[in-house]
């Protein structure tokens, strides 16, 4: 019976420790296949076609019944915004937008919103949206759809979009005459860009009393009438009346989607009406680039995971989402003018006008809310995509090395008192390697764990105090400085704190159980930016091993840790951004210019959380920041400090 109770022989033990000498080995195995799973899906054999699973939205397909009426009136409107811009260079022409919705029989209303700039020193800036009301004809007013369009002046730095309000005008003016609705019609022109439409949504919504985050900086006023409970939105930006091509946009505020039905249900309707449209598509000038299927579907796919990454809207119907309504973007770009295609001014609008048209009508038929379909996917190509549960798995394997590491690591931990006590017959051992691992420095380490989240969580709080807002320095300054000065602590603290013997190992093991557990958490929130993070970190996660003897690894493994802090990861990502929007500068200038634009970034990116909820830069400071920290100690862990690695076993 002893024999059979004797752990030194147990075959888990034999298993365990087989497998801890290829540690590393198993977990690239688990990185490589992530990968070449995510690499796998761009083929047609890894993806799906795109169909509706909802039946209500089958309405918006039948014959429309938009005419060329509507095109004129269309031109006639922005012949008279055009006049009207030149009296309002840097304001909307809120009276002329009020006329027409009052001219059209719209209940026409304005919603006043004050934004008081975080790094102002007190300044204010006001704005203005206007917003027509189409009750519904058929019953009282209990759901509602939104269509918007933002006004650009002429001093705007963005794209020109003035036509976005003609042709929101011209269908108001369309759906008036219809008594088929049963949904109320919101037609709404913002102002600000995503500022109007947040400080509209939070009125609309009473937000000023739920998010408080935000109610000291904006303050989102209060609505005189609304509509129903809003089922979905549709965001028109057109260029111009002559429209080559149609961009759906469809990422939202912290990578949030609609759902797959609305964008499939865009597709089939600008198809049936001649609609060049896609998921980013690329203007007729730029399509001579010869690639093959796969690799075009590759960097849509990517490109899609670069823009969700950011968390930020690229459109105003991204901040529709967090309120749980369904929008999307018709970014229409305007013909350009070696194109084959005949220009027709006098029917140049109608196709787009029928498809907003066909995607109102099939919306207004809609019984619940948008559920049948996927709300989380990647988009491979315009009638392709892939669900959840096929690009899931990529980020699994990926995560699972951590994992797996974590338990192997464990599992070995009391190795060395296996080995002491088989020495200690013939041989005598240092009495530091007979501690157990109930011995192990949890206090110690668990404090250590809480001055890395105490230092990350500084760099979400300390650049909005109001003592240091009223410094003369400007906001990119003062945030960037304080965020390096935070660097400089992180970087230091591995010097100054000395972990007892075993707390290395216990450190890394607590990093790898937290760090996998917060790559699953922003995963499933974010795909895109757990996925891009853990391509780039987990070889070096895997690399660390506070015990490793070989110095080309630990140096290997210090040079990566170094490159991923996350003030070099993004001063090396401006860099590149600059470099190709900037290919004339020189190679000072161009790193000056990446300085400026880090600044810019750091305070957009905190101005974005506390406005309007996106969470990238509170992620990058209290979660990838001081597991950044973490990862540091353990790639400077000299061998030294870590006496029980003599006795442990020798892991690869």
Partial sequence: MGLLSDPSISTHNKLVDSLAKHMRKLCYVFYTAGVAWFMCLALPEFNHGTYLSENALSPGLVYPEIRIDANRLALQLLEELQRERKDHQ???????????????????????????????GGK???????????????????????????????????????ASVPVLLAFADFARRKNYWAKDLVFLVTEQEQLGMQAWLEAYHDGYKNYHSSSSYLVAGSLPARAGSLQAALNIEVQDLEVDYVDVKVEGLNGKLPN??????????????????????????????????????????????????????????????????????????????????????????????????????????LLERFHQSFFFYVIVHNDRYISIGDYMPALVALIACSFVKAYLSWSTLDAAERHAQQDAAGNETDPVVFYTKLSLPYGFVLVY???????????????????????SIGAGPLTLTMLIAL????????????????????????????????????????????????????PMVVALNPSSTNGALRGLARLWALLLNPMVVIYTVVL???????????????????????????????????????????????????????????????????EISQAKLKTN
Wanted: one cysteine or more; hydrophobic letters at 45%; a positive charge.
């Fill in 90 to 120: 840097s304001t909307t022409p809120h009276a002329w937008i009020m006329a027409k919705f009052n001219e059209f029989g719209l209940e026409t209303y304005t919603h006043n919103f004050t934004l008081r700039y975080p790094f102002g």
């Fill in 124 to 162: 204010e800036f006001h704005g203005k949206n206007v917003y027509g009301i189409l009750r519904a004809p058929r019953i009282g007013s209990t759901e509602g759809l939104v269509f918007s369009a933002p006004y650009r002046p002429p001093s705007s730095v963005h794209d020109e979009i003035t």
């Fill in 260 to 365: 797959l039905d609305m964008f499939n249900l865009v597709q089939r309707i600008m198809a049936r009406e001649g609609v060049t449209s896609g998921y980013k598509h690329a203007p007729r000038k730029r399509r001579r680039m010869n690639l093959s299927p796969y690799e075009q579907n590759l960097r849509q796919m990517l490109a899609m995971l670069a823009t969700q990454a950011t968390g930020v809207p690229n459109g105003n119907h991204g901040l529709f989402h967090r309120y749980r309504i369904d929008a999307l973007t018709l970014s229409a770009a305007k013909r350009v003018t070696n194109s084959n295609v005949k220009s027709n001014p006098s029917s140049a609008t109608v196709p787009l006008l029928k498809s907003i048209e066909g995607i109102s009508r099939s919306l207004n038929n």
């Fill in 449 to 471: 764990l809480v001055v890395t989240l105490v230092i990350g969580y500084m760099g979400n709080v300390l650049p909005l105090q109001k003592y240091l807002m009223e410094l």
């Fill in 487 to 538: 660097n400089v602590a992180g970087i230091a603290l591995p010097f100054y704190v000395v972990l007892p013997p075993g707390g290395l190992e216990l450190l890394h093991i607590c990093m790898l159980l937290v760090y996998g557990c917060a790559l699953i958490v922003i995963g499933l929130l974010n795909f895109s930016l757990g996925f891009l993070v853990a391509v780039l970190s987990v």
């Fill in 576 to 642: 590149v951004l600059t470099f190709y929007e900037f290919p004339e500068l020189t190679f000072q200038q161009l790193l000056l210019r990446a300085v400026t634009a880090v600044m810019d970034a750091v305070t957009f990116a905190l101005i974005d959380s506390v406005i309007y909820g996106n969470w990238l830069y509170f992620a990058a400071c209290t979660v990838f920041f001081p597991l950044w920290i973490i990862c540091w100690t353990l790639a400077l862990a000299k061998q030294s400090d870590n």
